[in-house]
C-alpha cells in the first residue's frame, strides 16, 4: 500500500465549476500536507499547506484535512481553464529529514471554457 | 521560475550507457532533492543532500548515486541505464526548516533507448 493514494483521473469539467480532488493516506503519524500543482512540461509547484485537520483557504482553493478519516481534499471555486493542470497531493517523512515527501500519483485535471 | 536549473531539460541515450544531470538549486538554499517522475510509479524521492552531505535516501538504485558540491550544486549520476530508468527527473530545493514546501526545476528528461 503506497503511503499516499490519488485517483488519477482524468477529470474534465467546464469553467466556472466547483472541483474536488481527493487523496488518501495510510499513515497516522502525517501531520502536514501538501497539494502540488504540475502544469505540462513543468515542475510542480506548491499549491497549499495544511497543518492539522480542518479547512485552509486561499482565494478560489479550498484544503480540507480529515485526520479521522485520513482523507485530504482540494477544492476549486469558480475553476478556470488556467486552472487545468496535473494536481498532486503529498505528505512530508517525519524522520531524519521533513523534505521526503510522499505524493500520491496525482490527478489530471482540464477546465474547458 | 522557481528559481531551480536543471540540464539538460532531454536526453536520450542507449541502454548500458551512464549519464549525469545537473542541479542548481535556489539561491540561499541548503537541501537538494532529487526525485523521479514515471508514468507507473508517479513522483519518487531519491535521494537529499543538505549543505554538501547526504541526508536521506529513498528509492534510489545501486547504479544511480548523487553529490553536492561545495557551491551546493548538485549532480545525479545513473548508470548502466536500462529501459526503465526512463522519466523525468526532478532536482528541487529548500529552506532547511520548511517541512514539505520544495521548489522544483523543470526536470530532466531521459529517454533510454
Known amino acids: 500500500q503506497k503511503e499516499v493514494e490519488q485517483d488519477p483521473g482524468p477529470l474534465s469539467v467546464p469553467e466556472g465549476a466547483i472541483v474536488s480532488l481527493n487523496c488518501t493516506y495510510s499513515?497516522?503519524?502525517?501531520?502536514?500536507f501538501m497539494w502540488y500543482r504540475q502544469y505540462s512540461r513543468k515542475g510542480p509547484e506548491l499549491l497549499m499547506y495544511?497543518?492539522?485537520?480542518g479547512n485552509k483557504e486561499d482565494g478560489r482553493f479550498t484544503a480540507q484535512v480529515d485526520k479521522s478519516s485520513k482523507y485530504i481534499s482540494l477544492f476549486i471555486r469558480d475553476s478556470q481553464p488556467s486552472d487545468s493542470a496535473t494536481y498532486l497531493c503529498?505528505?512530508?517523512?517525519?524522520?531524519?529529514?521533513?523534505?521526503?515527501?510522499?505524493f500520491g500519483r496525482g490527478t489530471q485535471l482540464t477546465v474547458w471554457p | 521560475d522557481s528559481g531551480v536549473t536543471q540540464t539538460p531539460k532531454h536526453l536520450i541515450t542507449a541502454t548500458g550507457q551512464r549519464v549525469t544531470l545537473r542541479c542548481s538549486p535556489r539561491?540561499?538554499?541548503?537541501?537538494v532533492y532529487w526525485y523521479q517522475q514515471s508514468l507507473d510509479q508517479g513522483l519518487q524521492f531519491l535521494i537529499q543532500?543538505?549543505?554538501?552531505?547526504?541526508?536521506a535516501k529513498g528509492n534510489i538504485l545501486e547504479r544511480f548515486s548523487a553529490q553536492q558540491f561545495p557551491d551546493l550544486h548538485s549532480e545525479l549520476n545513473l548508470s548502466s541505464l536500462e529501459l526503465g530508468d526512463s522519466a523525468l527527473y526532478f532536482c528541487?530545493?529548500?529552506?532547511?526548516?520548511?517541512?514539505?514546501?520544495?521548489?522544483f526545476g523543470e526536470g530532466s528528461r531521459l529517454t533510454v533507448l
Open positions: 495544511t497543518y492539522s485537520s
Open positions: 543532500y543538505y549543505n554538501g552531505e547526504e541526508r
Open positions: 539561491s540561499g538554499d541548503l537541501s
Open positions: 499513515n497516522s503519524a502525517f501531520q502536514y
Open positions: 528541487a530545493s529548500s529552506e532547511e526548516d520548511r517541512a514539505g514546501e520544495l521548489f
Open positions: 503529498a505528505a512530508p517523512d517525519r524522520g531524519s529529514t521533513l523534505g521526503r515527501l510522499y
